[in-house]
């Protein structure tokens, strides 16, 4: 019984995540078969699909896709691997977060973006330059997330070991990891968002494949089919490596106590 | 159990801080000893420094002139030999009870024991807390009671001599408060430990000590040593016993007098 009612909340789970887009997609026909807008400049749903198709089967789409995620995915990792243990000399040594403090500040209010031209005059349009740019959004992102997360642990974990004899390595290994996981995890998610936005900036500016470069070839052809094809691809993906983490969170951090459970 | 002898000292200790509105002078000259078995009770108004002792006999803080001392020598540093509770549990929640109750066992200063030693431990306190049908489940399902109790099973595991407590009960409800006195009275009469606590309740430190001291408003020395005569094992009948209750009432009287200074003191400084 209690299985039968957990299956169908699943169920409804999943009926109310795709229940929004559906209305989008309506509204979306709606506008286009009331007229309102020339057909010249809003394709229908059904014919970017059509493009979707055709571009899947002969346009290179998977390619561009595949280079787009490679990028991001590469960035994120190399971000990510520096800002964990950086975050980790933050939370630890209190010197470094008087020192890291305003320079966190300054970088937390400078968008990736304005930093495209820079790294084209550095790292030119080649690959290096792509991964350069996302690593430097993922690891500020990832970082901000981590110092922020570290500021708020409560010292009296720590005190709770000392007292149990714990040293200072169990103390790291024993009580900042586990408590640091969720902030990892959180910082995993923001960095992916802001990673997935500079690349786009970063593939519009100076690319050859990846689906940001697609939409800027197709906004040259004045190809709308081709650019909603991309635009929803780069959400889609996003959205489906956001809930991948969040599901991996799940699993790993059960043991957190969320308001509203 | 009690007897005379003098394990944690405090000789001629003061403890100053500077803040951004001049020295803090929190603790003056204090001198007072816990023997061997005492239950000792440190009851004063809030902000009047009793935390800040606590804190030195536990070995997080040094006083800035005089001295705290385990056997005759210096307390540098926290260390296993002093357990301690706090008033916010500080129960590890990405770790399930056992695991809780286990952590200290798992630590090198435990290495001598064995794997079916440390089994051994974990199950005696799971049920001596009443949190045997809980040992799988994380924290973020227990009631506060239940994570004092946890806090208390996991101090006790690692075997201190001393347990330092810091308003333990403090955030607990009316009646687990009263049943968590009585478990900690049973354990100890069990298990023989010297105990040091820090409350504000003058009723908790009489059912639980065989002495209170009475600290003074900030900065805090002691105004009273009051021995508490009656014996062990005790229960709540003690408390409808008008000795208990004249003993309560004195108490009460003194510490309401300093509480009065206190505020007297915060009100100055709000005008200054």
């Not at chain 1, 198709?53 to 691997?81: D, E, F, P, Y």
């Not at chain 1, 790291?172 to 959180?186: D, N």
């Not at chain 2, 508490?228 to 003993?247: K, M, V, W």
Request: hydrophobic letters at 50%; aromatic letters at 10%.
């Amino acid at each position: 019984m209690a299985k039968a009612i957990r299956s169908s909340n699943r169920l409804g789970n999943l009926a109310w995540s795709v229940f929004p887009f559906i209305c989008l997609i309506a509204v979306w026909m709606l506008v286009h078969a009331s007229g309102w807008i020339s057909p010249a400049l809003l394709p229908s749903p059904l014919e970017v699909l059509q493009t979707f198709w055709t571009h899947l089967t002969q346009g290179g789409l998977l390619v561009n896709m595949a280079m787009s995620i490679q990028r991001v995915v590469g960035g994120l990792l190399l971000g990510m691997l520096l800002a964990v243990p950086i975050g980790f000399l933050i939370g630890w040594y209190k010197p470094i977060r008087r020192f890291v403090d305003p320079l966190v500040n300054f970088f937390r209010a400078l968008p990736p973006i304005a930093l495209i031209p820079l790294v084209i005059v550095y790292f030119g349009i080649g690959e290096m330059a792509k991964i350069a740019i996302l690593f430097y959004a993922s690891f500020f992102a990832a970082v901000i997330v981590m110092y922020e997360g570290m500021n708020q642990i409560s010292p009296v974990y720590i005190r709770v070991a000392k007292t149990l004899g714990a040293t200072d390595m169990e103390i790291f290994l024993k009580v900042m990891v586990p408590m640091t996981v969720p902030h990892m995890l959180t910082a995993l998610r923001v960095a992916l968002g802001v990673a997935w936005a500079t690349l786009v900036a970063a593939e519009l500016v100076a690319a050859q494949e990846g689906l940001g470069a697609m939409i800027q070839n197709a906004s040259a052809f004045f190809d709308l089919r081709a650019i909603y094809v991309g635009i929803i691809c780069i959400g889609a993906i996003a959205l489906l490596m956001d809930v991948a983490i969040r599901k991996l969170s799940n699993r790993l951090i059960s043991w957190q106590d969320r308001a509203g459970e | 159990m009690q007897t005379n002898k003098e394990r944690i000292v405090f000789d001629n200790v003061s403890m100053q801080f500077d803040t951004p509105g001049g020295v803090l002078e929190v603790v003056r000259d204090m001198s007072f000893s816990v023997n061997q078995g005492d239950f000792i009770s440190l009851v004063g108004p809030s902000g009047c420094g009793k935390t800040t002792l606590m804190n030195m006999a536990a070995g997080f803080v040094k006083p800035t002139s005089g001295a705290v001392m385990l056997d005759g020598k210096p307390i540098e540093q926290p260390g296993p030999d002093r357990g301690v509770m706090f008033q916010e549990y500080g129960v590890f929640p990405w770790l399930t009870v056992e695991q809780n109750i286990a952590f200290g066992l798992n630590l090198k200063v435990s290495k001598n024991l064995n794997a079916a030693d440390k089994k051994a431990i974990v199950d005696r306190y799971l049920n001596l807390m009443g949190l045997a049908d809980f040992s799988k489940a994380f924290p973020k399902t227990l009631s506060g009671g239940m994570k004092q109790r946890l806090a208390l099973a996991r101090t006790y595991a690692v075997r201190p001599e001393f347990v330092l407590m810091d308003e333990p009960f403090g955030a607990l409800d009316a009646q687990t408060r009263s049943a968590m006195h009585d478990l900690l009275l049973d354990v100890l009469y069990a298990e023989g430990k010297t105990v040091m606590l820090i409350t504000h309740s003058v009723e908790e430190a009489v059912y639980l000590s065989n002495k209170v001291l009475i600290i003074s408003a900030r900065p805090s020395r002691i105004r009273e040593v009051i021995d508490i005569p009656f014996a062990y094992p005790r229960n709540r009948s003690l408390q409808e016993t008008p000795e208990f209750n004249a003993l309560r009432a004195r108490i009460h009287n003194s510490v309401m007098q300093e509480y009065a200074a206190q505020e007297a003191l915060a009100k100055e400084k709000r005008v200054a």
